[in-house]
């Protein structure tokens, strides 16, 4: 599936989510472990292996579309003869800095105008919300398209559009929990012996929001990666020779039937990030769930 | 009833409205100098400034809000600055190739989802292994699945289905655009054959995704249903576990199910969007592709105003339907 | 009626396997049920009954890994618990069941009708079950859906199709607990009357002995997965024998409970001075009988008690006022409406009507009534965390520190992430008593405090999931009194608890009252409860006080038809 905001949401809302605690991981399963491992090793390797491998990423090094396994390149070369293992690489590098930078500034903003929402109420509660259900309505991909048409081609504009439409999901979320969390005795309790404002909401509100809205994020990378990937894919990122994973497979497509692998070995490494990822955040969700908390 | 009908009808309105406006002033606000897009970069002053004037840049922001959406309403969607026609008239093949598609991939989903429910909540190591298939299928994006669909079926099955364009003959002059109904309306089975067999790839490559969010709700809802209190009750009354699936579990789980389709049906459309690269169908997406290359920023807009509207009515239309069907929503 | 037993239960044992541990749910259990007769298994939670009403339906409670042994005989037939391959044909048929949440336990998507007629045959016949359980309207409920009935009538429905197709044997699992007292006793007796008409045996699973002496011929007690006393209804309730079964009957609070002295208390033990009392009460596990004691001391004792307590207390800490001009609380007219949309429509909610009250200094007032009266609306505004529409609530009393509120969920009232000292030495900060303190003085206090509650200081650092539901709910308690408030609002502190904590709760408010010299706000659903703490009971319904009595004579001197209700719905 290539967008998938709303599954994310439904995902987030369904699994509310407690405290991290010790313990945390034994309370997983064997293929979760692995999908967590997995993660760690993508991170690892995304980040190093554009630093280690000897091919550059953009320059040509070798004769032109030679197939994987030839020539001394492990995944062969592109319609340049650039290396294309140097090419994923430093693809799934720019993904995943892309997708953490969009999650964490959504999630930011997100969060702050749902605790807004969801601490004050009222009429702030009411304008917030309105404006956040308005964008909510919108079909976010097509949106976020919009956005980055209309910025040019580059993966900042698409960056851009997939925060534009994904924040609100934060808002939504996290006013919700604020909201069960203010109804809740213990907050309640709090009032009573007299606390209120700002120490009530940091000290017995938000520990409370907080996990969620980490889990949450964690789940959405996979989920922005792929979103990223498909923007990138119809031609809205930023354009050869950067090493986008996306353009790579849609600019391929014209010697698919030739040079298979410059499509396809891309939109694996999509597919490998984006499951890597969303399993890894069920573990998670499913570990955190698991622990009871 | 009739007044929630009315309300969603409102809202919806509302939606559609603040939809155009935000196309339009990212259109306004937008990095891309349309006149340059349209007249080309070497081309004189007085082309530049006739080329404003005939685009309507001249007259008031407001005023050319009120010309956009004044066009929509009589189904002009604006000048594409590419191909300096009509946009709406450049759509009228690429939109009914899209819709056949998409309808055909809803179906598609529909079909896979409900199949897969059923595998989906098996016990034991055939069912955790099941579960791992379909979750890696979803994670995997659709031109993926695309591609790895023609390598298998076209180039490797030597061509068992075809996996480019929409037909193997060609249009009818007079054809409603829809190649299946239009081989219908001409009694030509051989023709609505072939056309099909064009759309199983692309439809399948589209469907997998929702197919497998559908199922998963599916069977989560039944999953959960089956554990409710008041399938405890129908098993006390002595119930079969078959019995409790049908008359029970089966109605629970099918609300969740019918929204999600609708917001799976309208994503479905944006991921078309990218299949169609794939498959060199002639639809929006291709279309879409094309704008965006060349930078032709009314065709853009055209086209995300067009996919936006399809998925904020279907929405609307869903809530209304399943406001009808469940006396939850429907008496409370 | 043939007097072959249609149930019996033979030495049977319940295992349960989690992932880190084996745990025996019943063991040596035998029981045996005639038609027409009604059996009541009686116990707190965790005593395993309703293990034993899931064994003689053939199902055990979730997918735990469960074993079973032992044998049951149902209608004649032989059955091995649990795993008999017959089981799905007995069920439905020979045993039905009637479960304790009727918010959930009907298929919200399908009308009464469409679920009835399907056990009855035909919609007259579903008119005529439905007539057998009471319900007058019945064309008009069988279009309905089951949210749109009340939780009394849900459970008739529940009755009626539960008896639909004449079992033999009838499990009723709490059928009443979630309901409103004067519901429940309407409920109990359609229950009754509908299955002795049909002649169907039942066993009746509950924690409440009043209700179970009021539906049971038989009553078997059960304590930790074993039966430990049974005989006929009457004689358990006025003659228990076994130790555990007295004590769960000295700690059943009724209309007659002797108000002047802690409740619980076995005669066996004396104590003599307060210190005495708060160490027995707040050791957690320890034998049975001693847990409980205090024989000869009335609350009246306590008052010569209270300087002492309030020199330990910290001299800022507790300021007893002896000369009172102020009412500690005063309520005045208060109106509260809530708007909610239904279907677009605004609908209003009139939930308190100008209630007016005031409550004395050092005095207990009790508010009775069942849910929608308007009392929990009601201490929420007393207690600041809801504003009134209008009307005027003076809490500032003798001390200036307000009002405290305990709530009935203790454990959620506590922040999971916070320690009891952070809980504690917060709330001090945020009194005027608190002001000029330092932190260490604010330690202190909590500390003394907690041992004021019958806690050892240890358990300072402990954050609340530690804590067992007894140490939670005094750590509440603690926190309400650590500064001690004008009035002391207490909601439904006790309704979640198993008997004997529950009554450990209201020993230690009413100690606390007493010793403390604070005004207490109790609101309840339960009058028995409400007559214990209070000096005086105000009655609820519909928004409005309807009616003042005085605890004492409280069955005697109750006036309104409401109020009578009430005290009849009390089963003694």
Known sequence: ?293 | MLVFALKRTGALIVVLFFLTATVFVLGKVGNADPVRTYVGVNASAEAVAEAREELGLNNPVYVQFADFVGGLFQGDLGISLATKRHISDDLASALPATLELAFMAIGMSIVIGVLLSSLYTRPGRIGSALRFVFFSLASAPSFLIAMLSVLIFYKWLDGALPAAGRSSYGPYDDGTGFYVLDGLLHGSLTYSGDALAHLVLPAFAASIGPGVALARVLADGITSSMKSPWARTARSLGESEGTVLRRHALRNASSPALSLLAVQAGMMVSALVVVEQVFSWNGLGSYLKTAIGVGDFPAIAAICLILGAFYVILNALVDVVLAAVDPRVRLS | MSDAPVLTVDDLEVVYRTRDRVVTAVTDISIAIEAGRCLGLVGESGSGKSTIGAVVQGIIPDDGTATATGRVTLAGRDLTPVTDPVWPQVRGRDVTTVFQDPMRSLDPTMSIGSMLNRYTGSAAASIAALARVQIRDAATVLKKYPHQLSGGMRQRVMIALALARGPKLLVADEPTTALDVSVQAEVLNVLREASRDAGCAVLFVTHDLGVARHMCDEIAVMQNGRIVERGPADQIISDPHEPYTKRLMASRITLDTDRSRPVGAPEAAVVSSMEDVLKVQGREGGDVEDRWAASSLCWDDFRGETAAVGAATGDDAVRLVSHVTRASLTVNDVHKTYTSRVKGRKVHNHVLKGVGFEIGYREAVALVGESGSGKSTLLRIAGGIEDADSGAVDSQGVAGEGTQVIFQDAGASLTPWMTVEQLLVERVAHTRTGKDMTTGQMRDLAVRTLELVGLDATIMGARPAQLSGGQQQRVAIARAVVVPPSVLLCDEPTSALDVSVACSVLNLINLLRHSLGIAVMFVTHDLAAARLIADRVLVMTGGEIVETVPAERLAQDITTDYGRRLVDAVLA
């Open chain 1, 1 to 293: 599936m290539l967008f998938s905001r709303k599954r994310a949401l439904a995902r987030a809302e369904a699994g509310a989510v407690g405290t991290l605690r010790d313990g945390f991981w034994d309370a997983l399963g064997k293929a979760e472990k692995a999908s967590l491992i997995g993660v760690g090793v993508v991170i690892v390797v995304s980040l190093l292996g554009p630093v280690v491998w000897p091919y550059s990423a953009i320059i040509p090094s070798g004769e032109q579309l030679l197939p994987p396994l030839s020539g001394g390149h492990i995944l062969g070369t592109d319609t340049l003869g650039m290396d294309m293992m140097a090419r994923l690489l430093s693809g799934m590098q720019r993904s995943l800095m892309a997708a953490v930078v969009v999650t964490t500034i959504a999630a930011i903003f997100g969060s702050f105008i749902g605790v807004m929402a969801g601490f004050r109420g009222g009429a702030v509660d009411t304008v917030l919300m309105r404006v956040t259900d308005l964008f909510l309505a919108f079909p976010a991909t097509i949106i976020a398209m919009a956005v980055a048409a209309a910025l040019g081609q580059s993966i900042w504009s698409a960056m851009a559009g997939i925060t534009v439409v994904w924040w609100p999901l934060y808002a939504r979320l996290v006013r919700g929990e604020v909201r069960r969390v203010v109804a809740l005795p213990h907050v309640q309790a709090a009032k009573v012996s007299g606390v209120t404002g700002w120490r009530l909401l940091v000290k017995h509100v938000t520990p409370a929001v907080t996990p969620t809205i980490a889990v949450t994020a964690s789940l959405d990378i996979g989920a922005v990666i792929m979103t990223l990937a498909g923007l990138s894919f119809i031609g809205l990122g930023t354009p050869a020779p950067a090493p986008e994973l996306g353009r790579m497979a849609s600019d391929g497509m014209k010697y698919f039937l030739n040079a298979w692998w410059i499509s396809v070995l891309p939109s694996l490494a999509i597919g490998l990030l984006s499951f890597l990822f969303n399993y890894a955040g069920d573990a998670l969700r499913v570990g955190l769930r698991r622990k009871g908390v």
